[in-house]
């Protein structure tokens, strides 16, 4: 139980152009999905908080209109990378905390964003 | 930033225990610890958690000492496969549920 998906799991893009990174939890319900980015030998920094229905949390220095966050439904949150540039090149993962298990996150297998 | 202390690197031979330390001076007594490992490329896997009793389960033991300053994570019979780096987290779930990484051990088993 408790599985997190990530589409796609690796993606190059030209400079300029918007990719969108879907996170689906796929045998339970989450109100509360996390983003994450983690550069080459570093740990994991999140980016920001996505609520079902509601706006996302954004991190100090996390610019909202680049990395739009979407979280529709209580199965899936969307990150799109919008205008990409060679420095968004990274491993983004997802997190979802399960409705009836509000302490511990399930993680996805992450995507490795590379922008040419 | 990560509240939690934990030694860069560890070896461990295949088939012995791996015992992974984590220090957590200032932990507050609403925090848990919790223990994450993250395989090279792959999204961090959850391994266990406590607040302040001793813990087990299939994938390993967790032991936090009594004044809960430090903890150990215990995998009883580390195989290649639990070669990974291993995060010890404090988390508390009045701070919006939010987990700050550390650096974590990155841990070797070795044949």
Redesign the interface.
Known sequence: GAVVSQHPSRVICKSGTSVKIECRSLDFQATTMFWYRQFPKQSLMLMATSNEGSKATYEQGVEKDKFLINHASLTLSTLTVTSAHPEDSSFYICSALPLTDQETQYFGPGTRLLVL | D?KTTQPPSMDCAEGRAANLPCNHSTISGNE?V?W?RQIH??????II?GLKNNETNEMASLIITEDRKSSTLILPHATLRDTAVY?CIL?N?GN?????????TSLAVNP
Do not use: M, T
């Open positions: 990560a848990y919790y994450y490329s792959q999204g961090p896997q959850y958690h995060y988390y779930a919006n549920r939010k987990l700050i990484w550390g650096l974590g």
